[in-house]
């Protein structure tokens, strides 16, 4: 089976979910999205691009767009456009994650900077403001107050992107100095792990230097972890999870997991457990 | 396998294994760059895109 790897920026997990392909047997490659240039006017073949495909693009808009070309020829890739776009977009994953009926903080969505103040009086600070689109906590801010809050608004307005003019804001969960992030293939949870924020942080990304350490989730926070999966489409995946004073939430879900760190804290490879997952879907 | 940053001339170590598309990056400034090709046994730089809104998970 040939397996094609996309990337834009090549890091440690490509290649080890390069070699663990080849330890499986496959004819593993990898593939600089950035160099693709791509006629999709008329139905192509996949020429080139083997059996199936694993999108490991850390764009989303590049993941997103190249995955719907890929499946437009036929081509098998994980994780799918539906999913990349579920989990891309945070408020796309937030209604899924209610429609599925799995906790998750309380979010609120105003789609003008002048209805904001309305959505702070209902969640109350201190409350969390997201972007929609965009990952490693980064422009994830924390508004103690109404003033504060009414700056990062007055920053955000000055940004292009008129999807930035759009607020979701999110209730600031009272937590241990840590949440837990789950990495998901199919069916099986390949590794779960505590991430620690690193001093004078709050915001426990492992690219803001948070800290791993594994442990075995209980059978309530597995059940979660797989709903969530399934809720956004099921496939490879990133489960972010906080434990709140009411018990679990899950607050993200990510299509282009990173585990390096959570692979510096796990025995069993991460790695393999994705490539068999997704060698297992280019057989059906 | 060394070569210098366009930048500010500081050493960048590309290692013996690289491969292309692989980043590195320079000790001095930290700019970084991305390996475009590898012939004779050089790797070519070319400067690696930088952090887009839309990069992450």
Same mark, same amino acid.
């Given at each position: 089976? *040939?397996?094609?790897i996309?990337?834009?920026?090549l890091?440690?997990?490509?290649?080890?979910?390069?070699?663990?392909g080849?330890?499986?047997?496959?004819?593993?490659?990898l593939?600089?999205?950035?160099?693709?240039?791509?006629?999709?006017?008329t139905?192509?073949?996949?020429n080139?691009?083997?059996d199936?495909a694993?999108?490991?693009?850390?764009?989303?808009?590049?993941?997103?767009?190249?995955t719907?070309?890929?499946?437009? =020829?036929?081509l098998?890739?994980?994780?799918s456009? /539906?999913?990349?776009?579920?989990c891309g977009?945070?408020?796309?994953?937030t209604l899924?994650?209610?429609? /599925?009926?799995?906790?998750t903080?309380?979010?609120?969505?105003?789609?003008?900077?002048d209805?904001?103040? *309305? /959505?702070a009086?209902?969640?109350?600070f201190?409350l969390? =403001?997201?972007?929609?689109? &965009?990952?490693w906590?980064?422009?994830?801010s924390?508004a103690r107050?109404?003033?504060?809050?009414?700056?990062m608004?007055?920053?955000r307005?000055?940004?292009q992107?008129?999807?930035?003019? =759009?607020?979701?804001l999110?209730e600031?969960?009272?937590?241990?100095p840590?949440?837990?992030?789950a990495?998901?293939?199919?069916?099986?949870?390949? /590794?779960c792990?505590?991430?620690?924020a690193?001093?004078?942080e709050?915001?426990?990304?492992?690219?803001? &230097?948070?800290?791993?350490?594994a442990?075995?989730?209980?059978?309530?926070?597995?059940?979660?972890?797989?709903?969530?999966?399934?809720?956004?489409? &099921?496939?490879?995946l &990133?489960?972010?999870a =906080?434990?709140?004073?009411?018990?679990?939430?899950?607050?993200?879900v990510n299509?282009?997991?990173?585990?390096?760190?959570?692979?510096?804290a796990? *025995?069993?490879?991460?790695p393999?457990?994705?490539?068999?997952?997704v060698?297992?879907r280019?057989?059906? | 396998? !060394?070569?210098?940053?366009?930048?500010?001339d500081?050493?960048? !170590? @590309?290692? !013996?294994?690289?491969?292309v598309?692989?980043i @590195?990056s320079?000790?001095?400034?930290?700019?970084?760059?991305?390996?475009?090709?590898?012939?004779?046994? @050089?790797?070519?730089?070319?400067p690696?895109e930088?952090v887009?809104?839309?990069?992450?998970?």
């Open positions: 089976m *040939q397996l094609t996309l990337f834009d920026r890091r440690w997990e490509e290649k080890a979910l390069k070699k663990e080849e330890n499986e047997g496959c004819e593993a490659s593939l600089d999205a950035k160099g693709l240039v791509l006629e999709v006017s139905p192509r073949k996949r080139g691009l083997g199936l694993l999108q490991r693009c850390i764009s989303h808009y590049r993941a997103l767009y190249l719907k070309i890929l499946e437009n =020829m036929s098998e890739v994980v994780n456009s /539906a999913v990349t776009e579920n977009n945070k408020l796309l994953t899924l994650l209610g429609k /599925a009926r799995i906790p903080p309380k979010t609120y969505i105003a789609l003008t900077p209805t904001v103040p *309305q /959505a009086e209902a969640l109350g201190p969390v =403001m997201k972007p929609m689109t &965009g990952s906590g980064r422009m994830v924390l107050d109404g003033e504060t809050l009414q700056s608004v007055e920053l307005e000055q940004l992107n008129p999807a930035e003019h =759009m607020y979701y999110q600031f969960v009272k937590r241990p840590r949440d837990i992030r990495v998901v293939a199919g069916d099986e949870i390949a /590794a792990v505590y991430r620690y690193p001093e004078g709050w915001r426990t990304n492992v690219a803001r &230097g948070g800290i791993s350490k442990f075995k989730p209980d059978e309530e926070l597995q059940e979660l972890i797989h709903r969530a999966a399934q809720a956004v489409g &099921g496939g490879v &990133g489960v972010d =906080m434990e709140s004073r009411d018990g679990y939430l899950i607050h993200e299509n282009t997991v990173e585990f390096k760190g959570a692979q510096s796990t *025995q069993g490879s991460i393999r457990k994705i490539i068999k997952y060698l297992s280019g057989k059906k | 396998m !060394n070569t210098k940053c366009a930048e500010c500081g050493p960048i !170590n @590309v290692p !013996n294994d690289v491969i598309g692989e @590195v320079c000790r001095d400034c930290g700019v970084e760059y991305e390996v475009s090709e590898i012939r004779g046994g @050089v790797a070519l730089l070319k690696a930088t887009e809104e839309d990069w992450g998970e």
